[in-house]
């Protein structure tokens, strides 16, 4: 089984493409992750990546689909993954179809509304030494300002920023439309409500991928 978790920024994509692969023993994928690990471990797709970030260009989708493939094809992948951004377009949905187009597949969309969401996003800050991520409103440091890992100062991002959120979610409901038409036409499209605390949100995903993965797993058996 295929699991695709889609959400605009701040919609908790990452924190639940977590718990799904621990209770379903799942690898998780995020390609972020896998595109800054090729990038530090020197691969040739990771070089490729590495040369046209310096030049301020966008890796291409065939960098990052090949990225993908190397990582859907290990050991710990052959039961089944979770996608954490990824795809992001139908073009890139085709591409990972082609490479793994017999396995059984689910998209779910995280529904989060705009003023959530820049709330969340508005209230993030960054260490500036240690990089660690809290939240104002929800875990906010015991020290006004300041890092409860490192002591270190917190800072906002500049597309954390209220006007630069609304234009991301913008672009990010642009390339949702075709792309959640694509999975409704698969048969392969669910949504849960994103509000509500992350155990909560992971309540509402396992109701939908309980019968799924239980079928997967007796399927197997059998």
């Known amino acids: 089984m295929r699991v695709i978790l889609f959400g605009p920024p701040g ?76 795809p992001r377009t139908v073009p890139q949905a085709e591409m990972l179809e082609r490479m793994d187009g017999r396995r059984s597949e689910t998209a779910i969309e995280i529904l989060v509304g705009q003023e959530a969401l820049i709330k969340r996003l508005a209230g993030r800050r960054v260490c500036s030494l240690c990089q660690a991520v809290t939240n104002l409103e929800v875990n906010p440091p015991r020290l006004p300002g300041l890092c409860d890992s490192c002591g270190g100062t917190l800072e906002q991002r500049s597309d954390d920023r209220p006007e630069v959120i609304r234009e991301r979610l913008r672009v990010f409901e642009t390339q949702m439309v075709p792309l959640r038409d694509h999975y409704r036409k698969r048969k392969a499209y669910g949504s849960v409500s994103g509000e509500g605390t992350p155990a909560e949100v992971f309540g509402r995903m396992t109701g939908l991928l309980d019968p799924l993965l239980e079928g997967l797993d007796k399927g197997r058996q059998g």
């Open 11 to 86: 919609s908790g994509k990452g924190t639940q493409a977590g718990l799904i692969g621990k209770k379903y023993r799942l690898p998780t994928i995020s390609t972020g992750d896998i595109l800054r690990r090729a990038v530090s471990r020197g691969t040739p797709l990771g070089r490729q990546a590495e040369a046209l970030m310096k030049q301020g260009s966008l890796v291409s989708d065939e960098i990052v689909a090949g990225l993908v493939r190397e990582a859907i094809s290990t050991k710990e992948a052959r039961r089944g993954y979770v996608l954490d951004g990824y």
